[in-house]
């Protein structure tokens, strides 16, 4: 009979800490910021999905360009990927009822295509099938996704590694020859593009060869290394495209991070601090700091889907296998489901950054109320 009840007890426990659970603060607010990032994604697929199809031309046109190509190929390829259904556009005419007739014809025709696409992406995860590389775009993505991400990731460590501390000794400094220093490297850093600061570190390589490896993830004995050489591998090859993706997002945290911290040492409970007797450093590091550092987690989020954006860049000049250079080759190639399911990753990498801030921003101040987060 003691078991008996010792067992209902435990049941009630369990039942209890799952409600518990579930009715959490934070469990509901990640469930509600899922139900908007779905409906987010659903409006962003329709509009790049009626967005691309409006871009002139498609895959075929450069095919068709080459005579070594026939007809009947090119026919067969337009019937194997539905373009050969596209309606076209009435050159010949002037007549208004014709051009409103076309474009109805062409909302409904790129309607169903939509719809047909969203289907087997809802019921298989099926994003399609790549003009380009006749493989499935789920595939290509999966495969590229995580160089993207391990780039991304190590930009961020590195990025706020240095930017965060510097921006510290940059306001604790004020107007000192050191915060001048690093004022003038802040606005270096940002005044540069991306590519100008791609191709110096391009040039660095080639002059420091054999220092740094100028392109690809691995090098040509990488399968020959053992498991801890081949990380060392990757590393040596992430040096240069880190540095590239860092400098301008490094540049703009700084600075951001001494704006704010500034703001903070000016506040009257940090007065009062240092009126109490305080140490200086637990005034900055404690108190001020931990005020400070909330609009950048907040900006993390943001940064972490614009890495994304920047990516395309490094990739392209590094030759890194990732998801920003398999985007620009698709959006050059018009290999409509690869751009649709790369656009897609990335709006999923904004959302997914976005709800990680928030609750970072929580778990960092517990005064903070989700609910209240917009």
Not at 114 to 129: A, I, R, S
Not at 192 to 221: D, E, R
Request: aromatic residues 10%; charged residues 15%.
């Amino acid at each position: 009979m003691a078991n008996i009840n010792n067992i209902s007890n435990k049941k009630i426990s369990i039942l209890d800490n799952l409600k518990d659970v579930v009715t959490n603060e934070t469990t509901l607010y990640i469930l509600k910021r899922l139900l908007q990032g779905l409906f987010t994604l659903f409006l962003a697929s329709i509009l790049c999905f009626f967005i691309i199809q409006l871009a002139p031309g498609d895959f075929l046109a450069e095919l068709k360009l080459n005579p070594a190509n026939k007809p009947e190929y090119i026919e067969q390829l337009a019937k194997e990927f539905g373009l050969n259904d596209e309606p076209q556009y009435p050159l010949d005419t002037n007549s208004l009822w014709e051009i409103l007739v076309f474009w109805e014809k062409w909302i409904i025709w790129v309607g169903q295509a939509y719809f047909k696409w969203l289907f087997q992406v809802l019921t298989d995860l099926n994003f399609g099938e790549s003009f380009v590389y006749r493989r499935s775009v789920k595939s290509l993505i999966g495969e590229r996704i995580p160089n993207t991400l391990l780039l991304s990731i190590a930009s961020i460590i590195v990025t706020w590694a240095i930017a965060i501390p510097l921006g510290i000794v940059s306001a604790v400094k004020q107007n000192t020859l050191v915060d001048r220093i690093l004022r003038v490297g802040s606005y270096l850093g940002q005044g540069f593009p991306s590519f100008i600061t791609a191709l110096t570190l391009l040039f660095i390589a080639q002059v420091t060869s054999p220092l740094f490896p100028v392109g690809g993830k691995t090098s040509i004995n990488h399968d020959e290394l053992s498991w801890l050489g081949k990380q060392l591998d990757i590393i040596w090859h992430m040096i240069l495209p880190t540095i590239a993706l860092s400098i301008t997002s490094f540049a703009g945290l700084q600075r951001l991070t001494r704006g704010q911290l500034l703001d903070v040492l000016r506040s009257d409970y940090i007065q009062t601090a240092r009126a109490k007797g305080l140490p200086e450093n637990k005034v900055i590091y404690v108190h001020a700091l931990r005020n400070a550092v909330n609009p950048l987690i907040t900006l993390l989020g943001f940064e972490f889907a614009s890495l994304l954006g920047g990516a395309f860049i490094a990739e392209f000049f590094f030759n890194w296998p990732g998801l920003g250079r398999l985007i620009l080759q698709a959006v050059q190639r018009q290999d409509l489901y690869l751009v649709m399911g790369s656009l897609i990753m990335g709006a999923v990498m904004l959302i997914v950054g976005n709800l990680l801030a928030d609750i970072l921003l929580k778990f960092v101040d517990p005064r903070i109320k989700l609910e209240n987060l917009k």
